[in-house]
C-alpha cells in the first residue's frame, strides 16, 4: 500500500480536462452515486504509471461552481471492465445530466487502492467510506488552496509537467 500511495502522489495535483460522455450506466442506478466520465481519449492521457485506485479533489462542469469530488481510475474489479476508465463523482447535486459539457477536475490526494468486494451492498459501503474521507481531506488547507487555481485558467492552457 505505501509504494502505491508514493506513486500516486508523485504525479499529484494532476489536472484534467475533457468533454463528459455516457459511461456504463451504473452509477446512478445500481451504485446511487451518479458519475461523470471521461472519453477514452481523455483516460488514455492519464500518465501509465499512475496507480489504478480511489482518488479526491476538486470539479467543474463548464463554467460552472467548483465541487469537491472523489474519483476511480481503473477497471473496477467488482464489474469486470476490460477498459480503463476515469469515473468522478461531484459531491453536488445536479438537476440534470450534463453530457458533452467540459469536466475539469484536479486530483489532489489518494485515499485507496482498486480493490473487488464481495457484493453490492459492501461496494456501496466503501464508495460512501471514500466520499467521506474525500470530504474531511478537501477540508484542509493544502487542499483548499488547490480549489480554484485550475478551474480559472485559459481554456487551452496546459498545466501538467
Not at 485515499?111 to 471514500?130: G, M, Y
Amino acid at each position: 500500500m505505501r509504494g502505491r500511495c508514493a506513486a500516486a502522489m508523485r504525479h499529484l495535483p494532476y489536472f484534467c480536462r475533457g468533454e463528459v460522455v455516457k459511461g456504463f450506466g451504473r452509477g446512478s442506478r445500481e451504485l446511487g452515486v451518479p458519475t461523470a466520465n471521461f472519453s477514452e481519449q481523455v483516460v488514455e492521457s492519464f500518465p501509465s504509471d499512475i496507480p489504478t485506485g480511489i482518488y479526491y479533489g476538486w470539479a467543474s462542469v463548464g463554467n460552472g461552481d467548483v465541487h469537491k469530488m472523489v474519483l476511480s481510475i481503473g477497471w473496477n474489479p467488482f464489474y469486470k471492465n476490460i477498459k480503463k476508465s476515469v469515473e468522478t463523482h461531484i459531491i453536488n447535486t445536479f438537476k440534470e445530466d450534463f453530457y458533452g459539457e467540459i469536466l475539469s477536475i484536479v486530483i489532489t490526494g489518494y485515499i485507496r487502492s482498486e480493490k473487488n468486494f464481495n457484493s453490492l451492498e459492501t461496494l456501496i459501503s466503501a464508495i460512501q467510506e471514500d466520499i467521506e474521507e474525500a470530504k474531511r481531506q478537501l477540508d484542509s488547507p493544502e487542499h483548499l488552496k488547490l480549489k480554484d487555481n485550475f478551474f480559472h485558467l485559459p481554456e487551452g492552457k496546459i498545466v501538467n509537467h
